[in-house]
């Protein structure tokens, strides 16, 4: 399985992104897709998380109330909205897919390429 991440790039602080990540194959409603980040010299980070089939959302306190996952059933798409973008959001964005429900990065079995987020002005 491989999952296409795009809609990286630089944005000023307070200003928006949204990414995306498409599965090559059917996502099913068992499956979990999540949202990480990783910066250099640093463990890869829990970002956000949404179950397939219930639509449940599950964020980390440091984004939450700013991100927004979502999930396209027909498009086999997930989402990431991420507003309010402050300069300790810049870091490489992955997005995963597993089993069940993880804030654990090891728990996901297919990944994302990664792409760059730089919130600088």
């Known amino acids: 399985v491989q999952l296409q991440a795009s809609g990286g790039g630089l944005v000023q602080p307070g200003g928006s992104l949204r990414l995306s990540c498409a599965p090559s194959?059917?996502?099913?409603?068992?499956?979990?897709m999540a949202w990480f980040r990783q910066v250099p010299g640093k463990e890869r980070e829990f970002v956000a998380a949404i179950r397939w089939g219930t639509g449940a959302e599950y964020y980390a306190g440091s984004v939450k109330g700013r991100f927004t996952v979502s999930r396209s059933s027909a498009e086999n798409t997930m989402y990431l909205q991420l507003n309010s973008l402050k300069p300790d959001d810049s870091a490489v964005y992955y997005c995963?897919?597993?089993?069940?429900?993880?804030?654990?990065?090891?728990?996901?079995?297919?990944w994302g390429q990664g792409i760059l987020v730089t919130v600088s002005s």
């Open positions: 194959s059917r996502t099913f409603s068992s499956h979990v």
């Open positions: 995963a897919r597993a089993n069940g429900y993880s804030t654990y990065w090891r728990d996901y079995l297919y």
